[in-house]
């Protein structure tokens, strides 16, 4: 089994910058991608970004909404894999959720779900 465990979000104003972090523990070898996805009220989870977490490949892949201000990165000592979010829009409050699986824009192509982090960007 694989948990993960995000944290990070937060409260912030439109153009400020946040954080998100997301540790795994367990059987970290059964994916070889990480990404990110968040879902707004009375919509459906959408894909952010991925970031492939194999010691060859470092591919990353990200969502057109964010590309630009989003970053993703990983620490594979660390079992971590982070969301750098600057210049931040209204239109980006949402629960964030962390997944390990196959590099994908697609929910069905990861496995392991973290519980989600609250971003809110107040105008």
């Known amino acids: 089994q694989v948990q993960l465990v995000e944290s990070g979000g937060g409260l912030v104003q439109a153009g400020d910058s946040l954080r998100l972090s997301c540790a795994a523990s367990?059987?970290?070898?059964?994916?070889?991608?990480m990404g990110w996805f968040r879902q707004a009220p009375g919509k459906v989870r959408e894909f952010v970004a991925s970031?492939?977490?194999?010691?060859?490949?470092?591919?990353?892949n990200y969502a057109d909404s964010v590309k630009g201000r989003f970053t993703i990165s990983r620490d594979n000592a660390k079992n971590t894999v982070f969301l750098q979010m600057n210049n931040l829009k209204p239109e980006d409050t949402a629960v964030y959720y962390c997944?390990?699986?196959?590099?994908?824009?697609?929910?069905?192509?990861?496995?392991?779900w973290g519980q989600g982090t609250q971003v809110t960007v107040s105008s």
């Open positions: 997944a390990a699986g196959s590099a994908s824009i697609y929910t069905y192509d990861y496995n392991y």
């Open positions: 367990g059987r970290t070898f059964r994916y070889s991608a």
């Open positions: 970031i492939s977490i194999t010691w060859i490949e470092r591919s990353t």
